[in-house]
């Protein structure tokens, strides 16, 4: 038995446990009861002594939920991302003509360039959950070494008030 007492709901974060499946953990990764583990976990008194998990247990636990955490990123990357009015929508625009409408911040001209062709193809749009994560998306999209020069790819994003005009444009033009 260990001699050190290690309270795992003392770390930082440990409420998570809390959402957990114990008896699924004990049973998958240490081949042991639900009750093992929770007296464990809960440094209960065991033969009247509290126990808590050794050293290579604490190894294996640790293994365990990094193996838990991938199988639920892996499954969440799986989900189909369905868009909601909440959603942030990222359009990738391609085209120079655009870009350069864009990049100068010019509705007008946008709006005139999109009127003046029947045949422009514009991407469908990424959705996201949140800013943060559109944010990322549009990281390195844009300039590339040359900031002098007009980049390849823009994006708008719906979560951005200068982009929103544009957005509109694009989707008045698409229907």
């Known amino acids: 038995m260990n001699d050190k007492i290690i309270n795992?709901?003392?770390?930082?974060?440990?409420?998570?446990?809390d959402t957990m499946n114990c008896a699924a953990i004990s049973e998958r990764f240490f081949n042991r009861s639900r009750a093992w583990?929770?007296?464990r976990l809960n440094n209960n008194i065991v033969n009247g002594k509290p126990v808590s998990f050794t050293p290579e247990e604490l190894l294996k636990l640790r293994t365990s939920l990094k193996v838990l955490a991938s199988e639920i990123t892996h499954?969440?990357?799986n989900i189909p991302?369905?868009?909601?009015?909440?959603?942030?929508?990222?359009?990738?625009i391609t085209d120079p003509d655009a870009i350069n409408y864009l990049v100068n911040d010019?509705?007008?001209?946008?709006?005139e360039y999109l009127a003046s062709y029947d045949t422009?193809?514009?991407?469908?749009?990424?959705?996201?959950?949140?800013?943060?994560?559109?944010l990322a998306f549009c990281s390195g999209i844009g300039y590339g070494k040359d900031e002098r020069a007009m980049?390849?790819?823009y994006p708008l994003r719906s979560c951005d008030?200068?982009?929103l005009t544009f957005i509109v444009a694009i989707e008045n033009y698409q229907s």
């Not at 193809?121 to 559109?134: G, I, L, Q, S, W």
């Open 75 to 77: 499954f969440t990357s």
């Open 120 to 134: 422009l193809e514009f991407p469908e749009p990424e959705y996201f959950d949140t800013e943060a994560e559109a």
């Open 81 to 92: 991302n369905i868009p909601t009015d909440m959603s942030i929508k990222v359009y990738v």
């Open 161 to 163: 008030e200068s982009d």
């Open 37 to 39: 583990f929770i007296q």
């Open 151 to 153: 980049p390849g790819r």
């Open 106 to 111: 010019d509705i007008d001209g946008f709006t």
């Open 8 to 17: 795992l709901r003392k770390i930082k974060g440990a409420q998570i446990l």
